[in-house]
Every structure is written in C-alpha cells, then in structure tokens.
C-alpha cells in the first residue's frame, strides 16, 4: 500500500451535503468522524446520549451549539433533533453491545434495531443515512466473506446488527431511503478506550514493554481510523438507487494474527521484550480466521485502506504522545468526575411560561460547560398548564423527569422531593421564574470543582423596589446576628450542592424544614457566589408582604432562640424597674411627695404594657409549640401523584416507590 497516500481529503468533505449529523459521536469512530469533518465545516452535529463516553468531545474541546442531545430510543427525541437541523446526510454511529461490559441484552436489541428503526422514520429521500454495521454480523462465517454471502451471528450484539442490517434495506427498497450499511472490521487509532488492545499495546512499546496478550493464532482484520472516516466520507458521496440498502466491508483483506501483530509491533518500535501468550484470557468471539473481503467496497465505493499496518501504529503512537495520553486521555477515560451529571432542581408553581425557557437555557448552559444533566421540573401541583408544558419536554429529551405532587407543599417540599429522586453528583435548587439565572452555574460548577460541597448564590442585587432590597438585607443581616449557626446574607436556596451532602439533607427526620439554614446546619465546606437576580420574567410574583413575613417567621423560630432569650431578659429587666417603681412610690408618698396623688392612667399603662409583654411572651412560645405539635405528627412532607421520566408515566404510589428506590441506590 502507499504510505504516503493522503487519507482525507478535505474536497471530499466539502461535497458533503449539509447540514450533517453524526449519531454516536462520543464513540471512538464518531469523536474521529466528527473531528475530521468538524476542521474543514461547522454544519457538522456531535448528537450524544451516552454521555459517559462524552469525554472524548470535552477534550475535543467542541463548541457548545455543535453538540446535541439525542435519545435514539425515543422517536419524539429524534424528531425534534430532525425538526431543528434538517440534515442532509446522517452518520449513525450509536451502537451497544460491542464491548464485553455492555451486557444488558434488551438494551442492545432497543439501541440497534429500535434506535436505528426511529432514525430511518424520520429521513425522507433526499437524506443520506451512513449506518456502521459490524464484522460481527458475519459471526461463525468470518473467513474473508463477501457481503452475499450467508451471516451467521455468533453474539446478540451480531444478531442486533444483522437485523439493522435488514432494516436498512427493508427502507431502501420500501421507501426509497439512499441508506447503505458499512461492516466496519478492527478499527484502531486515537480517542479508541485505553482497555482495549492497539491502545494498550501502543501505550506499552512506547515504554519499550509488551502488555498481557491472548492466543497468538487468533486473527483480526487492522483498519486505521483514518481510512474508516474515509469510507463512510465516500459512502456518503456515492451512495445512488442502484446500491442502496446494500452492506460494504470495510476491511483491508488481509488476515493479521496477534503474534504477527506483535511482530510488527517490536519491528515498528524497536521492542527487545519477548510476548507473553496467553496471559490475558479470549474473548468469546475471537476467531482464528477473522478477516474481510473489501474488493466491493472498491469496485462501488471508490474506496480501499491505504494504512499500512506498521504505518497505523506509528501513527496511533505521535496521537498519544500529541494528545499527553497519560496526562489527558487516560485520566478522562477513567475519572468520572470529569463528566459528572448535575441535577437541576426546579420549584415549579404557576410558571408555565417559564418552563420552556427555562429548559433551553438549561441545555444550553450544560453543553457549554460539558457536562451530563438530568433535569428535575417539580410541578407543586400549579393550577396552570404546567402539566401539559412539561409532559412535552419530556418526550423529546430522556434527561428531563417531571414530579407532579397532590398539592402545593411550597417550594421547600418541591426541593426535597426531586432532591430524593435526583441521582446526579451534585444538584442545583432553582425556582422556576427564572429569577435563579441558569447562567450563573458555570460559576457554581467551578467552586464545587475546586473541592467545595455547598455553592450558594449571594443576591448583591435584586431588581426590584429600592425601599423592598432595603427590608430584605436587612432581615437577612438580623436573622445571621440572631441564628445560632452561622447563616450566610443575602442567600437564597439557589445554590450547588454535592451529592453525599444532599444524602444528609434528604435524611433529616424533620417535616418543617427550612433549607437555605439546614444547608447551614450540615456543614461541610461551603463558599458563596455574587449574582444579581433579576426580576420574575412571565407572570406575577406570588410572594407578598405576608408570606415574606411568614418565611421570616419560618427561619427565625426554626434557627434561633433569641425570641425566648428576648423575653427571658425582658422580664429580668422590667421586673427590675417594677421594683424600682415600688420603692419610687414609697418614698414619693411617705418623705418626697406627701400629696402625691393615686395615678389611673399609670396604672393603666402599667398594666396594658405588661399584658403586651406577656402576650408576646406566649405567642413566641407557641411558636415554637407549633413547630413541636407539627413535627410530632410525622406527616409526609409531599405526595407524589405522578412521575414523568422520558415518554414513561410512574402514576401508582407502588411505581413511584419502586422508581424512587432504584434511584436512591444510584
């Protein structure tokens, strides 16, 4: 083969018709699909919904607006992805199954065949949908097949591919869709998983070393990365009515053995070091005599592997010592914390205006920063169309959950609710007026990632009445001077919070809870983020003069005892000038003041300014009574009567209890 032989050229690119969506590309073959074609056009859509895997596009660093959130196993998702971009040509990389640790069976057959079935729905003939199939398909028949020839599947995962395979044509020749599949081989090359073998062995000889090694005789066919993109490019651009709905290899033709890959392995890098065989068990699926017959892909596609074997190795090599393999890839691969999931929040009462918005800033908040999301709207049974709102967010994106309750429990119960459904590393409280700015979470994000558990919002500004800002400071300033604990200003519940302090919260025994000072209350470490919190955006505030002054109430009788410590000194001080009155009078009478007569109207004073005191006395015991009788009585603190996760409804108390279970043990 020629060496030297360019692999990608950017014309071919630049024929495609767009714009382009890439299904799967947080894959190994879909981050390398994108990246090429992403250099040379921006009409180019990373859709992702695995996105454990999505560390590949962090470290690609891809702008926010090209990366996608797609379910394939939801039809509305992909609908609405098809709705917004329009693509031209589709490259559906999305597959499960392939690796031996993704062992959920129905999940394989939902991924391939469903998934792939959903996406087909929604092309029309001028589309051009690209489908990686897999060796695999060929199973027990693996000896340089030709695409006529009969599959024989040796796995679930091969089974699932054969049927997407006949599911490809089934549209071609049916409805006419320009679809071809592409029976990928032994792709290796950069962003491929560190575990697995060319990775491994790279990463070895570059230390002049040999990994473990399963039996030399078993055979794989080599294709590097780069002549992979380079066939679904030509597919893409000679796919027509005469060869649709037809499978390719994509192969090299050539049977390469692990011992004569390890050969050229210690030829290429100069390794002195003999192989170990069979110091790493089989896989189920390896073959002796696994390799393809290409000679179909070249006489219709234009298309032939120009790597050769030694060449791909060199090359995987200058990747890793490019991309700072041990510093950058690996750690990516296997810290999670790099890709956490972050779970928002949202108190939702007669906000249905605001949901949409909310949630599309959400999405586009969370694909700046990278990260996974999973986002909680709870609907404290709002007399709106909230319902409605969010029963059609959630048909289109599986990372949205929506929890009716049977009434409103006010928002402190709204927060606890979705806090004991999340399973994200951290949540984000947030009421659903959108005076909690999305945008601030990036702020929040950094601290939590600096090792801090608690990020709270610190309101410098609040866009409202100048004389409304002033009482509000100002209650928030008595209430830390009289706490005991210290609370921080000016604070609300919008805040970050990591997932083992949320454990605590959630597991308080108290029913009358209020969360900005139980947030106090657990510890950890916590720090504060300045924002300014605009005003409510749709609709009118439900707050007003009283129900500020019933959360004051709230704080001050759930976080403080100076009320009781005040009338403990109140008496003190005015039994102490009772005292003083008493000898007052008979010293005035008896040596001062012999005439002085006997005062009604102090007397009065006298007794409607102690019956005051007593009053208050009384009622800041009750008070905190209030609280006591409340607590005793164990009641929930909210009643879920629906939950919603994707286009599935939870609506029996026992399906919301067992969800709720499952998702506590996440």
């Given amino acids: 083969m020629n060496q030297s032989a360019p692999i990608l050229l950017p014309e071919k690119i630049a024929r495609l018709q767009g714009p382009i969506i890439i299904f799967g590309a947080s894959g190994f073959i879909g981050a390398n699909l994108f990246e090429q074609l992403f250099r040379v056009r921006t009409d180019v859509f990373a859709l992702t919904h695995d996105a454990t895997k999505a560390w590949r596009l962090k470290l690609l660093d891809v702008p926010a607006e090209n990366i996608v959130h797609c379910d394939i196993l939801s039809n509305t998702s992909v609908q609405d992805v098809f709705g917004k971009i329009k693509p031209k040509i589709i490259f559906n990389l999305a597959a499960y199954g392939a690796y031996s640790k993704q062992k959920n069976v129905g999940l394989t057959y939902e991924t391939n065949v469903l998934g792939t079935v959903n996406i087909l729905e929604n092309c029309s003939t001028d589309t051009v949908y690209i489908h990686a199939g897999s060796s695999s398909e060929y199973g027990f028949n693996c000896t340089a097949p030709k695409e006529t020839d009969p599959v024989e599947p040796n796995s679930h995962y091969a089974v699932s591919k054969v049927s ?139 298309w032939k592997a120009s790597t050769t074997l030694s060449d791909g190795l060199r090359r995987t090599a200058n990747w890793q010592i490019s991309h700072e393999y041990e510093n950058r890839v690996i750690p990516a691969f296997n810290t999670p914390t790099l890709n956490p999931v972050i779970s928002p929040i949202i108190a939702c009462y007669k906000d249905a205006q605001a949901i949409p918005c ?216 005015l039994t102490g000038l009772s005292v003083l009155g008493i000898l007052w009078q008979i010293l005035a009478k008896f040596v001062f003041f012999p005439d002085t007569p006997a005062g009604l109207s102090t007397v009065i004073i006298l007794v409607m300014f102690f019956g005051g005191i007593n009053l208050l006395g009384i009622s800041f015991l009750g008070e905190y009574i209030s609280k006591i009788f409340e607590e005793t009585k164990k009641r929930p603190k909210f009643i879920r009567t629906m939950v919603r996760k994707g286009q599935r409804v939870y609506k029996t108390a026992a399906e919301i209890s067992t969800l709720v279970e499952q998702r506590k043990s996440k």
């Fill in 164 to 302: 997407a395979a006949y599911t490809l044509d089934y549209y071609a020749k049916v409805n006419g869709i320009n679809t071809l599949n592409l029976r990928l081989y032994s792709i290796y090359g950069g962003w491929e998983e560190p575990d697995r073998l060319i990775p491994r062995l790279i990463e070895e000889a570059r230390k002049d070393n040999l990994p473990p090694l399963v039996s030399p005789d078993i055979s794989r066919d080599f294709v590097y990365v780069d002549d992979c993109v380079d066939a679904f490019v030509q597919a893409a651009l000679r796919v027509n009515k005469d060869i649709r709905g037809r499978s390719y290899n994509i192969a090299t033709g050539q049977k390469t053995t692990m011992r004569e890959l390890v050969d050229v392995t210690r030829q290429t890098f100069g390794i002195v070091q003999e192989p170990v065989w069979g110091s790493m068990n089989n896989r189920n699926w390896d073959l002796a005599d696994w390799y393809g017959d290409p000679r179909a892909a070249e006489a219709d596609l234009g």
């Fill in 358 to 573: 909310m949630y599309e800033r959400l999405v586009k908040t969370f694909n700046d920063m990278k990260v996974r999301y999973e986002i909680i709207f709870v609907n404290d049974n709002s007399p709106d169309n909230s319902d409605e709102v969010l029963a059609e967010i959630c048909a289109k994106d599986p990372n949205v959950i929506a929890i009716k309750h049977s009434r409103n429990f006010g928002s402190q119960s709204a927060f606890l609710s979705g806090m004991e459904i999340a399973t994200g590393d951290s949540v984000v409280l947030m009421d659903g007026d959108l005076q909690d700015p999305p945008e601030v979470i990036p702020k929040f994000y950094e601290k939590w990632q600096e090792g801090y558990d608690v990020v709270y919002g610190v309101r410098v500004q609040r866009e409202m009445a100048p004389q409304v800002h002033f009482f509000y400071k100002q209650f928030y300033r008595l209430f830390r001077k009289t706490a005991y604990i210290n609370i921080p200003v000016d604070a609300g519940d919008f805040s970050m919070i990591d997932r083992k302090v949320v454990r605590e919260l959630v597991n308080l025994p108290e029913t009358e809870q209020f969360l900005r000072g139980l947030r106090a209350w657990v510890g950890f470490k916590q720090t504060g983020v300045d924002y300014v919190r605009p005003e409510r955006m749709f609709g009118v505030s439900t707050n007003n003069w009283t129900k500020n002054i019933w959360w004051a109430k709230k704080a001050i009788f759930s976080f403080s005892f100076a009320p009781l410590e005040l009338m403990t000194y109140a008496g003190f001080v």
